[in-house]
């Protein structure tokens, strides 16, 4: 049997909440075989972002290379990617290699505020990349920069997946974890329709790294073969548990449970 594989193209965090080290792990949880390419080391713990260190032009179109000649990736991530000149890259790679299933979380700046995309790359992304997704994932703010609109409410979200869609992208969701409200409804688009995935907001400070574990989750779907929406319904019932199952680590925002979807489904919680 040949195994499902992902490949993820991200930034690093040291404390393996999100970046490549949350992708590798819902990967794995998921039984997808995960592949990295790392884009920038960003050092953090759970009080935040004290550094972020580029990896060189040379070192991430090696590692592209490496991994498009040799493995075939079913499906694939894009989260830190930090410039200009590394979303150019990725893009001439995505086409040479003839990837698909590309999982764009346009990730932008850290729930601290520290900034993990230069300002000027917002264009790039929108001209470039997205037009590649098959699913483009950003969170309420992320979703405002790259549509230009502000969003305030339901049927703003639907216009800003509509305006995703528009821009390129298969499919969007708009995720609803920024809004202040009691329920969680995150958007999807499909081109044609909206689907509502709606949930309690969880009281807790452990909410470092969900949107990459969530879009981590998608892309392992995608990798087995599931149809966009499947793949969707199922990142959110494993973020929903590692949001819930919380594991109390570090002294600020801690990291999500990756284990906790996996132990539910073997009915160990
Ligand atoms: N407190 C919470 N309770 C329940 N679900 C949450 C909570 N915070 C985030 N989520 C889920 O995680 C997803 C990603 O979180 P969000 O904060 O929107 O994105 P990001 O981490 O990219 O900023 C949300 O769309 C939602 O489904
Ligand atoms: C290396 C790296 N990549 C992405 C993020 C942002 O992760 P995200 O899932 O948006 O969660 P928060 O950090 O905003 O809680 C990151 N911090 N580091």
């Not at 193209?9 to 792990?25: F, T, V, W």
């Not at 969900?210 to 599931?226: H, M, N, Q, V």
Request: glycine share 10%; charged share 15%.
């Amino acid at each position: 049997m040949r195994i499902a594989q992902a490949l993820t193209i991200a930034g690093s965090d040291n404390g393996g909440g999100a970046g490549i080290q949350a992708d590798l792990k819902t990967f794995q949880e998921l039984s997808v075989y995960g592949m990295t390419v790392i884009t920038a080391i960003a050092a953090q713990n759970t009080t935040g972002v004290q550094g972020v260190f580029p990896i060189s032009y040379e070192g991430i179109a090696q590692q592209l290379d490496s991994t498009g000649d040799d493995f075939k990736p079913n499906a694939v991530k894009t989260g830190m990617l930090y410039s200009t000149e590394i979303i150019q890259l990725v893009a001439e790679k995505w086409r040479h290699y003839e990837w698909s299933n590309l999982v764009i979380d346009p990730v932008m700046v850290a729930k601290g505020g520290a900034p993990l995309l230069q300002q000027q790359a917002i264009q790039t992304l929108i001209t470039e990349l997205i037009p590649h997704a098959r699913i483009t994932t950003p969170n309420i703010p992320e979703a405002e920069l790259l549509t230009g609109m502000s969003i305030r409410n339901l049927s703003d979200r639907e216009e800003a997946a509509r305006r995703l869609v528009q821009m390129g992208s298969t499919y969007a969701l708009i995720k609803g974890g920024h809004d202040t409200g009691g329920m969680i409804v995150d958007v999807f688009y499909d081109g044609r329709s909206f689907h509502y995935l709606e949930n309690i907001r969880i009281v807790t400070p452990h909410t470092h790294g969900t949107g990459c574990t969530y879009s981590a989750a998608i892309t392992a779907e995608l990798a087995k073969g599931s149809s966009v929406l499947a793949a969707v319904t199922t990142a959110r019932a494993f973020i929903q548990a590692a949001i819930e199952d919380e594991l109390g680590i570090g002294a600020g925002h801690g990291p999500t449970n990756h284990f906790a979807y996996q132990r539910r489904q073997r009915g160990e919680r």
